[in-house]
């Protein structure tokens, strides 16, 4: 890697969802420093690749409180609200990548993706997306063992779903139409 290449980096909803699962054996304190730790070395990787002369485009992470996943999550506990404590630990693996960025503008490009779906998710009908609640694709339906959204075709749609016009493709993964709004932003 160096002069000339170019990389994407979107990662950290993984390790959102496995800090989560060690809740409520954990504190909230110690996820969310778990989560910020993840950040910062995600951050220092993507700092390596653009110390290599590459250029990086980095995401940050969905709001993983107001994915599918999360939605799920708030409905089955009453513990706490765990949609919001969810869009806690994203916001802190998020700080943690942006604070520890080169963000000069010359190297490393920052895509706002927790913004561009927050705002997505509160507002149907915003950005095209008339779904933001639901997944789009039954993997129950897929032929990938394990099941994917990768699989995620005009066969394995939920019906009356659309792949370019509902947000989630799964419980934690966009959409194409999800994906393709990444692109441009």
Known sequence: IGAGDLATVLVGVNDVVA??????????????????DAGIAAARQVNRLANLDARVLVATIVDVGVTPFGRAQKAAHTDTDRGALLTRLTAAFNSGLRGELINDGRRIGLILLDEYVSVTAKFPGLNGVQNSSDTACNLALSQQVPPSALDCTTQTLVSGAGINSWLWADTLRLSPGGQAALSVL
């Open 19 to 36: 800090a989560y699962a060690d809740f409520p054996t954990r504190s909230e304190a110690e996820l969310t420093q778990t989560v910020r």
